[in-house]
């Protein structure tokens, strides 16, 4: 639990900085950390429409791992399979910068990193899993970056999950407690210097201007960094699909059920059906395991009410049940969730306009922990007008287009729920593939 969260002061009046970010999440907050440590003469201000973390930074699971927020396919397009490649190096180089700077800040978040499992427990996740390594394999990395696991060795890792055929894993993820690391982010921004604004929603920003509801912000450069709320802006409805992850918790785990899980501090654990899950062990000592599938509102696609949903809740239940039984008895002690911006192609961006002064860093799709600090560090170098590596990330001054109009877009994500439901149930019946998962295969995030 995050212990301080006592609003920060609110914009009041009319406000002058250099740098004027609208979003305390993890895009914002890495940006004017990276910005104020490089040149501690800017005056860089962040307002936030509720409190530092408030968004999916501070409600998500916990992974702080590799892997490119997109398609592959559609970034070497623009700029090659070479420089995807070294994006993929960068996210791998992201994790253990996000655990450099909670040593160095001393941020109370429990990062610990002991790498990420995927497991397959029925013969066509088997066949995704494997010909997924493969693909990583011929794309350049190594199995020192991701392998195949036997049954055997899998047990050997964490003998507590049920019914596992294989999996792989990766050494390039940590854990850590999201709203713990946003909050103690936030503090480590404001012993820089940086001017944190909360409870202050920005209601309209452009070149040099930041309307908010008391007061304005002058700057030179304005960046966006408000995720699936952009949404809520005229103008921006179909910019993102807010796509909500949802979560349980369960109440802190006996030593003994940790014994029979066998599952070591800081290693995270997911699957690969078609609504998959992900979950870790706390640094209280609890799981706390996620999964999609939460149905999306037509009318009113980010509200309080859909945080919680009672069928996705039964699943990640029965989830819980089924793949840790040793934690099958375990109360649920906490259901939430948080929205994702997810955009058309899933693929991620940060771009700067130096004749406005406008940056945006964001659309990071589920990938956000260590996308925001790569976006963090690109934003800085593109602001200060240092032409780095990172500026040449094939993500940087990427366009996507929008979304369908309504009500296409809830059709068709009704849809999409229902039919990945179905062909895990199919799946798990039959043991074959459901082949129907290939007519929604264009609105999913690539494998």
């Not at 962040?46 to 409190?51: F, K, S, Y």
């Not at 952009?230 to 796509?243: K, Q, Y």
């Amino acid at each position: 639990m995050v212990r301080n969260l006592r609003p920060r002061e609110q914009l009041s009046g009319d406000h002058t900085c250099d740098v004027a970010i609208v979003g305390a999440g993890f895009g914002g907050l890495w940006t004017a950390y990276y910005l104020q440590a490089a040149d501690p003469s800017l005056r860089v201000t962040v307002v936030e429409a509720e409190v530092a973390g408030f968004g999916a930074a501070g409600r998500n699971g916990g992974f702080v791992s590799a892997g490119i927020a997109g398609s592959g396919a559609r970034y070497a397009r623009a700029s090659g399979w070479e420089s995807v490649l070294r994006a993929e190096r960068e996210t791998q180089h992201g994790v253990d910068e996000i655990g450099r700077v909670v040593s160095v800040e001393g941020i109370d978040c429990g990062y610990r990193k002991e790498g990420a499992m995927t497991l397959a427990t029925t013969e066509p996740q088997l066949h995704r899993l494997r010909a997924r390594v493969e693909a990583k394999h011929r794309f350049g990395l190594g199995p020192e970056d991701v392998r195949l696991l036997t049954k055997d060795e899998v047990a050997e890792l964490i003998p507590g999950a049920a019914d596992v055929l294989a999996g792989s894993f990766t050494p390039h993820c940590a854990r850590v407690d999201p709203a713990r690391l946003a909050r103690g982010l936030a503090d480590a921004c404001e012993r820089l210097g940086v001017k944190i604004y909360e409870q202050s929603p920005a209601e309209r920003l452009g070149p040099k201007t930041v309307q908010c509801r008391n007061g304005r912000i002058s700057a030179e450069v304005v960046v966006r960094a408000t995720e699936s709320y952009t949404i809520r802006e005229r103008g921006e409805r179909h910019s993102f699909l807010p796509l909500y992850s949802l979560m349980i918790a369960t109440e802190p785990l006996p030593q003994q059920t940790w014994d029979e899980l066998g599952w070591r501090d800081g290693l995270g654990i997911a699957d690969i059906r078609h609504l998959y899950y992900y979950a870790n062990r706390t640094i209280d000592g609890r799981i706390a395991l996620g999964g999609r599938g939460a149905p999306y509102r037509l009318t009113d696609p980010i509200s309080p009410k859909n945080e919680r949903d009672a069928g996705v809740y039964e699943r990640l239940c029965a989830t819980l049940r089924d793949a840790f039984p040793a934690a099958s008895q375990a109360r649920i002690t906490h259901h939430w969730g948080g929205p994702l911006a997810v955009p058309r192609d899933w693929c991620m961006r940060t771009s700067f306009d130096r004749k406005t002064g406008l940056g945006f860093v964001g659309a990071f799709g589920g990938h956000g922990v260590v996308a925001a600090n790569i976006s963090g560090r690109t934003m800085r170098d593109l602001i200060l007008d240092d032409s780095t590596d990172l500026t040449s990330l094939p993500w940087v001054g990427h366009h996507t287009r929008n979304w369908e109009p309504e009500p296409i877009r809830f059709i068709a994500s009704r849809l999409i729920a229902r039919t990945l439901n179905a062909c895990d149930a199919y799946e798990e019946r039959t043991g074959k593939p459901a082949k129907r998962a290939r007519l929604v295969k264009p609105f999913l995030p690539p494998s």
